[in-house]
Protein backbone atom coordinates (compact mmCIF):
# COMPACT_ATOMS: atom_id res chain seq x y z
CA UNK A 1 0.00 0.00 0.00
CA UNK A 2 1.54 3.23 -1.21
CA UNK A 3 -1.10 6.01 -1.30
CA UNK A 4 0.48 9.01 -1.56
CA UNK A 5 -3.13 10.72 -0.05
CA UNK A 6 -3.43 7.77 2.61
CA UNK A 7 0.71 9.01 3.58
CA UNK A 8 -0.02 12.80 3.57
CA UNK A 9 -3.23 11.85 5.87
CA UNK A 10 -1.52 10.23 8.27
CA UNK A 11 1.60 12.66 8.72
CA UNK A 12 -0.93 15.58 8.87
CA UNK A 13 -2.64 13.59 12.39
CA UNK A 14 1.07 12.95 13.74
CA UNK A 15 1.38 16.20 14.02
CA UNK A 16 -1.43 17.88 15.06
CA UNK A 17 -2.98 15.42 17.50
CA UNK A 18 -4.37 17.86 19.72
CA UNK A 19 -5.51 14.84 22.21
CA UNK A 20 -2.01 13.57 21.99
CA UNK A 21 -0.31 16.50 22.77
CA UNK A 22 -2.60 17.49 25.71
CA UNK A 23 -2.09 14.17 27.49
CA UNK A 24 1.24 13.75 26.69
CA UNK A 25 0.59 10.26 24.72
CA UNK A 26 4.51 8.92 24.09
CA UNK A 27 2.56 6.25 22.34
CA UNK A 28 2.66 6.15 18.19
CA UNK A 29 -0.41 6.53 16.47
CA UNK A 30 -1.46 3.27 14.67
CA UNK A 31 -2.98 4.08 11.16
CA UNK A 32 -4.48 2.07 8.35
CA UNK A 33 -2.99 -0.71 6.24
CA UNK A 34 -3.93 -2.88 2.90
CA UNK A 35 -5.33 -3.05 -0.42
CA UNK A 36 -6.62 0.29 -2.29
CA UNK A 37 -10.16 -0.63 -3.33
CA UNK A 38 -10.32 -3.65 -1.48
CA UNK A 39 -13.27 -5.97 -1.14
CA UNK A 40 -13.36 -5.33 2.74
CA UNK A 41 -12.28 -2.68 5.10
CA UNK A 42 -12.19 -3.61 8.10
CA UNK A 43 -12.86 -1.07 11.37
CA UNK A 44 -11.86 -1.08 14.73
CA UNK A 45 -12.43 1.15 17.69
CA UNK A 46 -8.86 1.98 18.86
CA UNK A 47 -5.37 0.81 18.96
CA UNK A 48 -3.89 0.20 22.48
CA UNK A 49 0.20 -0.43 23.97
CA UNK A 50 -0.02 -4.19 22.87
CA UNK A 51 0.54 -3.05 19.19
CA UNK A 52 4.17 -3.64 18.69
CA UNK A 53 4.43 -0.46 16.53
CA UNK A 54 2.99 2.14 19.17
CA UNK A 55 5.65 2.53 21.03
CA UNK A 56 8.14 5.34 20.56
CA UNK A 57 11.40 3.72 19.89
CA UNK A 58 9.74 1.55 17.01
CA UNK A 59 10.79 2.76 13.26
CA UNK A 60 8.27 0.88 10.48
CA UNK A 61 5.21 0.29 9.34
CA UNK A 62 2.16 1.25 11.94
CA UNK A 63 -0.89 -0.52 11.35
CA UNK A 64 -3.65 -2.42 14.00
CA UNK A 65 -2.55 -5.73 15.50
CA UNK A 66 1.40 -6.04 15.20
CA UNK A 67 2.62 -8.42 17.60
CA UNK A 68 -1.41 -9.78 18.30
CA UNK A 69 -1.79 -13.47 17.05
CA UNK A 70 -5.28 -14.08 17.84
CA UNK A 71 -6.49 -11.44 16.00
CA UNK A 72 -4.77 -13.21 12.56
CA UNK A 73 -5.86 -16.02 14.00
CA UNK A 74 -9.77 -14.58 14.16
CA UNK A 75 -9.37 -13.80 10.45
CA UNK A 76 -7.96 -17.17 9.52
CA UNK A 77 -10.86 -18.77 11.32
CA UNK A 78 -12.99 -16.32 9.04
CA UNK A 79 -11.39 -17.38 5.86
CA UNK A 80 -10.24 -13.88 5.19
CA UNK A 81 -6.56 -14.51 5.09
CA UNK A 82 -4.42 -17.54 4.94
CA UNK A 83 -4.76 -20.47 8.25
CA UNK A 84 -1.15 -21.14 7.13
CA UNK A 85 -0.13 -17.74 8.01
CA UNK A 86 -2.04 -16.85 10.20
CA UNK A 87 -1.12 -19.66 12.71
CA UNK A 88 2.67 -19.26 12.33
CA UNK A 89 2.35 -16.23 14.31
CA UNK A 90 4.49 -16.40 17.47
CA UNK A 91 4.09 -14.59 20.59
CA UNK A 92 4.03 -10.63 20.70
CA UNK A 93 7.93 -11.17 22.44
CA UNK A 94 9.10 -13.11 19.54
CA UNK A 95 7.33 -11.07 16.91
CA UNK A 96 9.95 -9.41 14.26
CA UNK A 97 9.66 -7.35 10.82
CA UNK A 98 9.35 -10.49 9.12
CA UNK A 99 5.79 -11.33 10.83
CA UNK A 100 4.95 -7.68 10.17
CA UNK A 101 5.27 -8.11 6.29
CA UNK A 102 3.91 -11.52 6.39
CA UNK A 103 0.50 -10.22 7.05
CA UNK A 104 0.67 -6.95 5.28
CA UNK A 105 1.35 -9.60 2.29
CA UNK A 106 -2.16 -11.24 3.36
CA UNK A 107 -3.94 -8.31 3.56
CA UNK A 108 -3.07 -7.33 0.12
CA UNK A 109 -4.07 -10.74 -1.69
CA UNK A 110 -6.61 -10.50 -0.35
CA UNK A 111 -7.53 -7.07 -0.86
CA UNK A 112 -8.33 -6.08 2.78
CA UNK A 113 -7.75 -2.81 4.52
CA UNK A 114 -7.46 -2.64 8.00
CA UNK A 115 -8.03 0.16 10.61
CA UNK A 116 -9.49 1.75 13.51
CA UNK A 117 -11.97 4.65 14.12
CA UNK A 118 -9.19 6.08 16.61
CA UNK A 119 -5.98 6.58 15.71
CA UNK A 120 -4.67 7.55 18.99
CA UNK A 121 -3.40 4.79 21.03
CA UNK A 122 -3.77 3.74 24.68
CA UNK A 123 -1.90 2.32 27.56
CA UNK A 124 -5.14 0.33 28.91
CA UNK A 125 -7.97 -1.56 26.85
CA UNK A 126 -10.77 0.89 27.65
CA UNK A 127 -12.82 2.70 25.00
CA UNK A 128 -11.43 6.07 23.80
CA UNK A 129 -13.54 9.20 25.52
CA UNK A 130 -16.48 9.83 23.09
CA UNK A 131 -15.18 13.64 22.05
CA UNK A 132 -12.06 11.66 20.58
CA UNK A 133 -14.32 9.59 18.82
CA UNK A 134 -16.13 12.07 17.38
CA UNK A 135 -13.48 13.87 16.58
CA UNK A 136 -11.36 11.60 14.76
CA UNK A 137 -14.72 10.68 12.52
CA UNK A 138 -13.50 12.92 10.38
CA UNK A 139 -10.26 11.23 9.55
CA UNK A 140 -11.49 8.01 9.63
CA UNK A 141 -14.41 9.69 6.80
CA UNK A 142 -11.39 11.27 4.52
CA UNK A 143 -9.37 7.27 5.18
CA UNK A 144 -12.44 5.94 3.56
CA UNK A 145 -12.95 8.09 0.97
CA UNK A 146 -9.02 7.16 -0.46
CA UNK A 147 -9.83 3.82 0.33
CA UNK A 148 -12.79 3.41 -1.39
CA UNK A 149 -14.14 -0.31 -0.34
CA UNK A 150 -16.69 -2.64 -1.47
CA UNK A 151 -17.74 -3.48 1.61
CA UNK A 152 -17.39 -2.21 5.42
CA UNK A 153 -17.04 -4.67 8.56
CA UNK A 154 -17.38 -2.47 12.17
CA UNK A 155 -15.68 -4.57 14.50
CA UNK A 156 -18.52 -4.22 18.13
CA UNK A 157 -21.47 -2.86 18.61
CA UNK A 158 -19.91 0.46 19.26
CA UNK A 159 -18.09 0.31 16.12
CA UNK A 160 -21.38 -0.59 13.95
CA UNK A 161 -23.42 2.42 16.10
CA UNK A 162 -20.85 5.18 15.37
CA UNK A 163 -20.09 4.18 11.38
CA UNK A 164 -24.12 4.12 10.78
CA UNK A 165 -25.61 7.20 13.20
CA UNK A 166 -22.45 9.46 13.10
CA UNK A 167 -20.52 8.89 9.06
CA UNK A 168 -21.88 9.24 5.70
CA UNK A 169 -20.65 6.37 3.88
CA UNK A 170 -22.31 6.45 0.77
CA UNK A 171 -24.54 3.66 0.88
CA UNK A 172 -21.43 1.36 1.35
CA UNK A 173 -22.79 -2.40 2.39
CA UNK A 174 -21.78 -1.94 6.35
CA UNK A 175 -21.63 -5.47 8.51
CA UNK A 176 -22.02 -5.68 12.25
CA UNK A 177 -19.27 -8.60 13.46
CA UNK A 178 -18.45 -9.33 16.94
CA UNK A 179 -14.93 -7.88 18.80
CA UNK A 180 -12.24 -10.49 17.40
CA UNK A 181 -10.79 -10.74 20.46
CA UNK A 182 -10.08 -9.59 24.19
CA UNK A 183 -13.71 -8.38 25.11
CA UNK A 184 -15.06 -9.81 22.31
CA UNK A 185 -16.06 -13.37 20.71
CA UNK A 186 -13.83 -14.54 18.52
CA UNK A 187 -15.19 -17.77 17.73
CA UNK A 188 -18.64 -15.93 16.34
CA UNK A 189 -16.92 -13.14 14.71
CA UNK A 190 -15.08 -16.25 12.35
CA UNK A 191 -18.43 -17.28 11.94
CA UNK A 192 -19.91 -14.20 10.56
CA UNK A 193 -16.82 -13.58 8.58
CA UNK A 194 -17.04 -16.72 6.86
CA UNK A 195 -20.59 -16.15 5.57
CA UNK A 196 -19.87 -13.04 3.96
CA UNK A 197 -21.01 -13.12 0.09
CA UNK A 198 -17.77 -11.89 -1.11
CA UNK A 199 -16.30 -15.70 0.35
CA UNK A 200 -19.19 -17.26 -2.11
Given at each position: ?12 MD?S ?9 K?Q ?9 P???L ?22 F??VR????V ?13 S????S???R????A ?9 I ?15 PP ?9 I ?16 G???F ?5 K ?19 P ?14
Open positions: MTNEKLRELYKRVCRFCKASKNLHIYGFGAIKRLMILVNPTYRNLSSAPDYNGPRFPIGQFWRLADGRLISKKVAYLPLREWNEHTEVQKELIKNRFLTNIVKCCYNHANYRKVIEDQLRLEEEVSIVKPKQIIAFELVKTLTNLPLLDMLVTRCYFPIGRGNKKAAEVLRKLKWNK
